[in-house]
């Protein structure tokens, strides 16, 4: 009887974390599926890094989808990247540390769709990194979405009544796409339908890696893998769907096997010196001349926050361009979540006479806070002796605290007042602008005729900066 090529271990490889960084109760486990692929797939590729001995030089770039928290696994370099862009990144990552393993691993939605254009480039550039591109034929991660990979008449959320090709097109061929092309050494296309597929995903794998490690270019493993949650199906009728109809679609096999013909590419050409680069790049490194307002020591640190769609990041950026204007040095940092709308949304703004070192605010002496949940989360990093307004009717009781001025007005109801409660932040940059007189009225009106799009809603603002203005110097007076 012929020994097997390759075995599959019992208990955990060695590059996997002892324990995974997840609740206490489920350290032990990966946050997949029952029966899903990416389960398998890491296994496979956690026993070729260590039968390869590479561990300590492997970089693991982590998608964006069901697999986003490979990083929390493998004890590598890992990096996680935006969707679609990890052959990018993976491509830089290996220019930039050719002695590196980089493996990219991509589902079919990061890689079919949104990182086409990337994975096609990189193929046909030749990079010398390793893609595992997961291919469940859906989007997992987001609730089953139709993929470039949805078979013909599969019925998904985007495609309830099958895929249809004359409004979707055909399923994509990544492997055999990319096969034509000249710059890939190693192309496999791999199942996890039975054991004996396996075992060979496993081989496959390995070759892939062997082609990185030769430097003979780019190499990619595409594994055809269940994904039973979506397909509501059992683990069990998954994987015979894996087996009997995946493979029908998309035949299995290496598409292109170059490992024993192909020379070794050459190593990527050296980079410029660092002290090179700002003549290379025509950057003017001499000091820039100090600003009109540098002697004054001004160094506003704005945090701004709310929810989407209360013009948060609208205020944040006429503050930094009516400062900008003014001569300071500025800055504005958006930060918002991934959600299309009523997500958090805050932004960083600086205001300073000196050069900005960063631009995080993460002590703020100003707080301009939209909601209360905001209120909350933030008003313990304001800094001793800051000021926060609060867009509500009331500072709620427990948000007093010592050392900072608390001020609570109902912005968005007086914006409403006049016009559209839209115009909420435009109220309260007018009540700033009583209380913590840094910017000439000139400049704020300068920065809204150049953000603000149309005639109408300039007037608005306008007026909406008038009444918060007002409102406040009232406010004052009355406490004076
Ligand atoms: C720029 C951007 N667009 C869309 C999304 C939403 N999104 C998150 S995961 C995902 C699909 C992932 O599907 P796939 O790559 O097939 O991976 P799977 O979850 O099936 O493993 C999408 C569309 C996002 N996070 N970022
Ligand atoms: S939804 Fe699908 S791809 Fe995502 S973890 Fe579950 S089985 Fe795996």
Known sequence: ?????????????????????????????????????????????????????????????????????????????????AHGRASAVATALKRARPEAIVI??????????????????????????????????????????????TPVGAKTTTTPRGRNVWNDGYPLHISEVLSSLEGPSFIERVALGNPKQILQAKKAIRKALEAQIKGLGFSLV?????????????????QRYVREEMTRIYPLGAKRDRLAEAAPRPLPEAPPPLEEIPRLLKIDTRPSPPSARHLEGLEDRIKIAGFGGQGVLLLGQL????????????????????????????CHVRLASKPVDSPLVTRPNILLAMNEPSLRKFLPDVADGGLVLYNGQHVPEDCHRPGVRVLAMPFAEMADSIGSAKAGNI??????????????????DGALKRLVKTERWLELDRAAFACGKNAALELESCHA
């Not at 060695?14 to 946050?31: I, M, N, S, V």
């Not at 109220?427 to 400049?443: I, N, Q, R, T």
């Open 427 to 444: 109220v309260m940059l007018g009540a700033l602008m009583a209380l913590h007189p840094v910017l000439p009225d000139e400049k704020i």
């Open 1 to 81: 009887m012929s020994e097997p090529l390759y075995t599959l271990k019992c208990g955990k490889a060695g590059c996997f974390y002892p324990e995974y960084e997840r609740k206490a109760d489920l350290k032990d486990q990966t946050h997949y599926c029952p029966g899903c692929g990416h389960g398998i797939t890491h296994k496979l590729m956690a026993e070729a890094i260590d039968e390869l001995g590479i561990q300590d030089r492997v970089i693991l770039v982590s998608p964006v989808g069901c697999s986003v928290f490979l990083y929390y696994y493998f004890d590598v370099g890992n990096v996680q990247v």
């Open 319 to 346: 503050i930094a361009e009516a400062g900008m204007d003014d001569g300071l040095e500025v800055s504005w940092l958006p930060s918002y979540g991934p959600e299309m709308r009523s997500g958090t949304s805050n």
């Open 222 to 238: 595409e594994v055809l893998s269940p994904c039973p949650t979506i397909w509501k199906m059992d683990p069990v009728e998954a």
């Open 104 to 149: 990219s691993y991509q589902g079919d939605g990061d890689l079919a769709a949104i990182g086409s254009a990337e994975i096609l480039h990189s193929a046909n550039r030749g990079e010398n990194i390793t893609v595992l591109f997961v291919n469940n034929g859906i989007y997992g991660m987001t609730g089953g979405q139709m993929a470039p990979t």
